[in-house]
């Protein structure tokens, strides 16, 4: 092919290549067009889209707030151990989050006919209402809780909705939206919340679900709190009965005696530590087993079925008590079986069984003392007044001699005198039953009074033919210028009856008496004899009234000691006897000794 030939075909071929190049730029621009109309569609489902995304997005992070809201609300009621402190903190957080006026929550008192405002939240600018909201009528709120119990929740944006009841109440508050859920259980209403607004505000679905589910929340801690309170209660009421009961109470384990509970008298004996202790030994020490009497065996029967209460008596030798006791066998608040015991201090019941039984016998015995004693004072009183009687009729005679007259004239005076003792000692413990003993203390010689004692009984010796007796005043012990502020007469009483007894009850030997001081302010008397002695067992009995000591029989009425010894008594002192039968017998007095000066001196 030659040059030209090969250009022609060159030629040919760029013109073949041109027309295809053309129609594929063609079909280019055709494919472009398609492609833009694509793109716009492209990126109008990317708006759509990104729009639906952003809304969900928002919806999302709204709903992410409501749970942040929800899981700090949970953590605060969980973690505050001051459940009335977490409740505040929370409703103040929904508040705040919800932008609402006022939160409020309502429950039921227990009267059963009123109700209260428990906890209050309100937001800036609104004051609270909680002190006018106590002890509200349920009667009055009736509209209300009808219509909140019918529906489960009342939620409204237009409180004007309501019935006028209602929203005229709600008004007065300025209210104009309100969201109100019952706090119940059991179906049982106790209360409501209420979550009020002063101003437009549209209720979100996700807020007031939000709000129901944290009510429920409020509502449960709400009724624990109820139940706890009326828990505490109950166990407090228990407690206080329990503890302040002045009867013992305690349960221990039926089988091992181990106590399991313990009221506060019981442990107040036994000691605090007393639980786990074996019942036995927490009451009485040195007990190797159980108390004889106690009836536990017989508690249950055959079956292990409680047989009732058992009820028995019982001395604790430590506590040196009695006890009236009750045990009965119980199931344990743990279903195991125990024992109860109730044991009531009986003592002083039993104290005045035991000095009625005393008293009935000293009155038996003083019955008989005393009709002794009319039958010894009638044959006392006869015989002085058969010689006064007698002895006149023969004075009357007038054959005898004058001295013989004389003689019966002394007969007549020593019955007569003897006559007036016996009255005397009977007028004296008259007088000192009734109480009207009077003691009339003055400054009293002392040493003189002994000396005049001596004298005294030196010639009442004669008189009773008792010449060989031999009278000792020991001075021994006496002080000088020994004055002291007695009643003398009765001092001189008391010195007549034991001399007088001791002259009476010695036939040999001889009669000391005498006194010394104890101690600064007592002086101690003596009055000893070498008589027949009183046996051991009689020394106390012959200073009771009426009492002798039976060994023998020389007149008297069993009177003089008793006096004796009372009016020692009303002198500040004691009286005692040591005596030994066939040697003799001293009897000891001592009384108060204020010494005063010799220029005051009466007696
Ligand atoms: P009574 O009038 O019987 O002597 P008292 O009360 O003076 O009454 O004495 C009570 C009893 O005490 C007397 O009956 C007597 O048994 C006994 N008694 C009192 N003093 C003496 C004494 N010095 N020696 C022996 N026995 C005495």
């Known amino acids: ?79 505050e151990e001051d459940v009335s402190k977490g409740m505040n903190i929370t409703l103040e957080i929904i508040g705040n989050y919800t932008r609402v006026s006022r939160v409020q929550i309502f429950e039921n008192n227990t009267d059963g006919t009123t109700y209260s405002c428990r906890y209050e939240w309100c937001s800036e600018g609104i004051d609270p209402i909680i002190h006018f909201s106590q002890n509200l009528p349920l009667k009055y709120g009736k509209p209300w809780f009808d219509l909140l119990y019918a529906n489960n929740i009342i939620c409204t944006s237009d409180i004007y909705s309501l019935a006028p009841e209602i929203y005229e109440m709600l008004d007065r508050q300025y209210v104009k939206a309100i969201l109100a859920l019952p706090m119940s259980m059991y179906g049982t209403h ?28 409020f509502s449960n801690i ?13 166990q407090q009421t228990m407690r206080t009965v329990l503890d302040n009961i002045n009867t013992k109470i305690f349960v221990a384990e039926y089988e091992s005696s181990k106590i399991l509970f313990a009221n506060n008298t019981f442990r107040q004996e036994a000691g605090e530590d007393v639980e786990g202790k074996l019942c036995w030994q927490s009451l009485k020490s040195g007990l190797k087993g159980p108390c004889e009497k106690c009836p536990r065996l017989n508690l249950i029967d055959s079956n292990g079925l409680p047989t009732g209460v058992h009820y028995w008596e019982d001395y604790n030798p430590n506590t040196k008590r009695w006890y009236f006791i ?21 003592t002083e019941r039993k104290l005045n069984e035991i000095e009625l039984v005393r008293a009935r016998e000293k009155a038996e015995e003083s019955d008989k ?37 004389q003689d019966y004239l002394n007969i007549i005076n020593n019955s007569a005198i003897q006559l007036v003792q016996l009255i005397d000692d009977i007028i004296d413990v008259a007088k000192i039953e009734a109480r009207q003993m009077n003691m009339f203390p003055v400054p009293v010689d002392v040493n003189k009074l002994m000396n005049e004692l001596q004298i005294y009984y030196e010639s009442f010796l004669q008189s009773k033919n008792k010449i060989h007796i031999m009278l000792i005043l020991d001075d021994s012990g006496f002080i000088d210028n ?4 007695v009643d003398p007469i009765r001092l001189r009483q008391v010195f007549n009856n034991l001399m007088g ?9 001889y009669i000391r008496f005498g006194y010394r001081q104890t101690t600064p302010d007592k002086l101690e008397f003596v009055v000893e004899d070498t008589g027949i002695g009183i046996e051991e067992n009689k020394h106390k009995v012959i200073f009771k009234r009426f009492r002798q000591a039976e060994n023998h029989f ?11 010894q009372s009016l020692v008594q009303m002198m500040g002192g004691n009286i005692w006897v040591e005596s030994k039968i066939d040697e003799g017998s001293a009897f000891y007095f001592d009384v108060l000794f204020v010494p005063v000066n010799k220029e005051d001196v009466v007696v």
């Open 326 to 346: 009750m045990n009965t066998a119980i199931k344990w608040v743990n279903g195991q079986l125990a024992v109860m015991e109730l044991s009531t201090d009986i």
């Open 222 to 234: 709400i009724r624990r709190q109820q139940v706890e309170t009326a828990m505490s209660l109950s």
């Open 369 to 405: 003392l005393k009709s002794a004693f009319l039958a010894n004072m009638s044959h006392e009183i006869r015989t002085p007044i058969n010689g006064i009687l007698g002895f006149l009729r023969f004075v009357a005679n007038d054959d005898l001699s004058n001295e013989r007259k």
């Open 482 to 485: 020994c004055i002291a502020l």
């Open 190 to 217: 106790f209360g409501f919340i209420i979550f009020t607004v002063c101003n437009d505000k549209t209720w979100d679905e996700k807020e007031v679900e939000l709000l129901t589910n944290i009510s429920q929340v």
């Open 554 to 564: 020389r007149g008297g009425t069993g009177l003089g000691l008793n006096i004796a």
């Open 1 to 79: 092919m030659n040059q030209t030939e090969r250009i022609a075909q060159l030629e040919d071929e760029v013109r073949e290549l041109k027309a295809q190049l053309y129609a594929t730029s063609e079909e280019f621009e055709a494919s472009n067009e398609e492609l833009d109309k694509f793109k716009t569609q492209l990126e109008q489902m990317v708006e759509l889209k990104t729009t639906e995304l952003t809304a969900r997005q928002e919806e999302l992070e709204k709903l992410n707030r409501h749970q942040e809201v929800f899981i700090k609300v949970m953590q605060i009621l969980q973690l």
């Open 501 to 509: 007894n001791a002259v009476k009850y010695t036939d040999k030997g």
